[in-house]
């Protein structure tokens, strides 16, 4: 098989999750330089929730419903970006440089605030807990830095 083939049909597996987080309005940041114009400078203005996205099992499954859930929340971030772990390398690197301190997770949850790390949901927070804690975990923190 090509490289071309392989590189096709990942392509076809993963659109569906990432479609999953776009139709909730979430902006895919694909490149090193979306990455950079959305998380610093003016970019980084207010909040921004940025979801490592993930093919990985039972995390990616329940990561992605957690964040459609918590954003019925009265208070939500002001910007929400994510990245694709896995397949958008450089883009998702690039993100993870603005986490400073923390160490590399897939599927996870940012939440920044004029471009600083105030709440991170590492994966080992959301496998294997219940939608319901993934989804409060979240709001909890929107409530307390979304306003």
């Known amino acids: 098989m090509s490289q071309n083939f392989y590189f096709q049909q990942m392509q076809m597996m ?9 139709q909730l309005g979430i902006k895919e940041l694909r490149t090193t330089e979306e990455v950079d114009a959305a998380l610093k400078g003016e970019g980084a203005k207010g909040t921004a929730l ?7 099992g039972c995390a990616a499954g329940l990561a992605r419903p957690g964040v459609a859930h918590s954003l019925q929340n009265d208070q939500t971030p002001d910007h929400l970006y994510t990245v694709f772990a896995g397949q958008d390398k450089e883009a998702t690197a690039r993100a993870r440089e603005y986490f400073e301190g ?25 496998e294997n807990v219940a939608l319901e804690d993934i989804a409060k975990n979240l709001t909890d923190a929107y409530d307390k830095y979304c306003n």
Not at 111 to 116: E, H, T
């Open 102 to 126: 923390q160490p590399p997770s897939s599927p996870s949850f940012v939440l920044m605030k004029d471009g600083k790390l105030v709440h991170m949901v590492h994966r080992h927070e959301i």
């Open 14 to 22: 993963v659109q569906p999750m990432r479609d999953e987080l776009t």
């Open 50 to 56: 940025i979801v490592v996205n993930s093919v990985c």
